[in-house]
């Protein structure tokens, strides 16, 4: 199963957009039982851990996984892409590209 890990903050307007669209997207597409979606709140102790051991220094940064936790792909303060973002999952076979 694929993992997409959003690590933001509450109140961070970009990282409330990017929640909102990964989610829709998701959805849409009808993956989400396919696709696990995490946010990490980089506020707390919890989501700072997390954040340290995946190397994130900016928010919004979304991490796309495979079920081994190897980094398929890796946006950094920006909203990813729709078109990228499918496409990483039409290569993992997940949707029609």
């Known amino acids: 199963m694929l993992r997409i890990q959003l690590y933001g903050k509450e109140g961070c ?10 989610s829709h997207l998701l959805g849409k597409w009808q993956v989400a039982d396919q696709v696990e979606f995490g946010f990490f709140d980089m506020g707390t102790e919890e989501g700072m851990t997390e954040g340290a051991f995946n190397d994130v220094g ?10 081994s936790g190897t980094e398929l792909a890796r946006w950094e303060a920006q909203i990813p892409p729709s078109d990228a973002v499918r496409q990483h999952l039409a290569d993992a076979g997940i949707v029609q590209a």
């Open 58 to 67: 900016e928010v919004p940064t979304t991490l796309l996984m495979d079920d």
């Open 13 to 22: 307007a970009k990282c409330t957009s990017t929640k909102e669209k990964l």
